[in-house]
Every structure is written in structure tokens, then in C-alpha cells.
């Protein structure tokens, strides 16, 4: 990986190897295993848990109002929640959807919750640190509504968790869950590029957040998430280094 630092130029860089003598680096705890040089996320409320990424949030939203006759059949993450009933009103039976997953213990031991959202003939369903898929179906009824699935995630981009030599009981060359995450929010630092990434100096850098690829960087705007950071250099043996700006 070309570049010169105070050292000089590394032979090879490593995944979450900082660039240079200037960064700022903050410490969390880990809310799951994480990597060096991987993308780190924060949940707003929560100023010590840090997670990987995730599309750990979705909405399903209904095509019209819920009607009479109507049963609402709701899976989340592979799990069939019982079918809830039409309730009277379409948003009381949303709410009783939302109800259906808040009761449910395995849900819950994930940390998935689930809220109405007013006026939309929705309902939002979030979890930190995990990754969340759901859908909805509606059979019985004069008309039966299409419930569709938009999936983002609601974390907020906290920096690149910095290479580290030290060793756990968990095992090396990650950070375990519960312990401690150095990461660095300004300065430069060397992180693993998407597959199809070709990078250019100056360029504004992008995070993956599903698929095989996902907590890579990338110069492709499509559909993924923007960190706020930028490209200094061009991709090597799978890394990149960006500069870091601070959260987004």
C-alpha cells in the first residue's frame, strides 16, 4: 500500500492501521465481535454500545388502510408471529401487530422492538447490532392490502475501529463482545474495499450494509450508506485508506 507517513510507507498495511501521527480514537464497548478497520455504529441514546453493520432497521408499510376480515400475518427475521386479527380500526391493528411483537421472548432476547408509525399505515421494526428482515401478509376480507418492506438502519456511523496487537481469551484479531473498542473518528486509516470498489483520491467513501460485502467501503453511492468520509488513495490487496471526518 503506497502512501508515506512519519515512518515511511508500510510494506503492507492491515486492516484499521491508522495513517500518520494525527486521529482522534474514542473507546467503546463492543456490543458484538468486531474487527479491526471495521465500520462502527452507534444507537442514539446509548453512548457506550458499538455494533458492526447492519440493516438493523424496516418498515412495513400497508398499500391502504386495514378493513374488516382482515388478518395480518407478520415474520421477522424467519420467525411466523401469531396472525393478529382485524382490531375495529387499521391502525389498532397495527398496534396489536406491534403488541404481538413485543410479547414475543425471542424477539425480545435479540433486542428487536417494534412501534406504530402515526399516520402511515406502518409500522417500524429495529434492533443494535443485528440484522433485520420482515415481512407482513394479509389474507380474509372484501380487499386485502400489500404490506411492502423498506430496510435501512437507524445507527449512526461512529468511526473505524483501530488495529490492535492485543489478544483476548475470546481469541486475536478481533474485539470480543463486552470488551472494550478503540476507534478512530478523525484522521486517516486503512480499511478493506468492496470487491467491485475502484476508489479514487478525494472521493467521497460509502459502506456496504448487506450482502457479502457488507461493513466494506466503497466509491458506489447506490443504496449504501454515507459515512461522511473520503478516499485517500486507491485500493490495494483489498484495502483502502480513508480520512474520517467525525459521526454521521
Not at 26 to 45: H, L, N, Q, S, W
Not at 211 to 231: E, I
Given at each position: 500500500?503506497?502512501g508515506?507517513s ?12 491508522k495513517y500518520?501521527?494525527?486521529g482522534s ?9 468486531i ?6 455504529f452507534g ?19 400497508a398499500?391502504e388502510?386495514l ?43 435479540l433486542g428487536?422492538t ?11 421494526i ?9 415481512a407482513?401478509?394479509?389474507t ?8 411492502t ?12 475501529a ?15 463482545p463486552?470488551?472494550?473498542v ?9 480499511v478493506?474495499a468492496a470487491?467491485d ?7 467521497p467513501a ?20 454515507d ?9 490495494e490487496d ?8 467525525g459521526?454521521?
Amino acid at each position: 500500500m503506497a502512501g508515506r507517513s512519519l515512518y515511511g510507507p508500510p510494506v503492507r498495511a492491515v486492516a484499521g492501521q491508522k495513517y500518520g501521527l494525527k486521529g482522534s480514537v474514542r473507546t467503546y464497548c463492543a456490543g458484538e465481535k468486531i474487527y479491526p478497520g471495521d465500520p462502527v455504529f452507534g444507537v442514539a441514546g446509548d453512548e457506550l454500545a458499538c455494533y458492526g453493520a447492519h440493516i438493523n432497521a424496516v418498515t412495513l408499510t400497508a398499500s391502504e388502510a386495514l378493513a374488516a376480515g382482515n388478518e395480518v400475518a407478520v415474520t421477522i427475521n424467519g420467525k411466523a408471529l401469531p396472525v393478529v386479527e382485524f382490531t375495529g380500526s387499521s391502525a389498532g391493528t397495527l398496534e396489536a401487530v406491534v403488541k404481538a411483537i413485543e410479547l414475543d421472548d425471542d424477539l425480545s432476547d435479540l433486542g428487536i422492538t417494534a412501534f406504530l408509525i402515526e399516520g402511515a399505515n406502518a409500522i417500524g421494526i429495529a434492533g443494535p447490532g443485528i440484522t433485520i428482515t420482515a415481512a407482513a401478509a394479509v389474507t380474509g376480507g372484501a380487499a386485502q392490502p400489500n404490506f411492502t418492506a423498506a430496510a435501512d438502519t437507524d445507527m449512526k456511523f461512529l468511526g473505524v475501529a483501530v488495529h490492535t496487537e492485543l489478544g483476548f481469551k475470546e481469541g486475536t484479531g478481533f474485539y470480543p463482545p463486552a470488551h472494550a473498542v478503540n476507534v478512530m473518528d478523525f484522521g486517516e486509516i486503512y480499511v478493506p474495499a468492496a470487491e467491485d470498489a475502484s476508489p479514487l483520491d478525494k472521493e467521497p467513501a460509502y459502506i456496504i450494509l448487506s450482502g457479502s460485502d457488507a461493513g466494506k467501503f466503497t466509491n458506489d453511492d447506490d443504496g449504501n450508506y454515507d459515512c461522511g468520509a473520503f478516499f485517500r488513495g486507491h485500493k490495494e490487496d483489498g484495502l483502502v485508506r480513508i480520512e474520517l471526518h467525525g459521526m454521521k
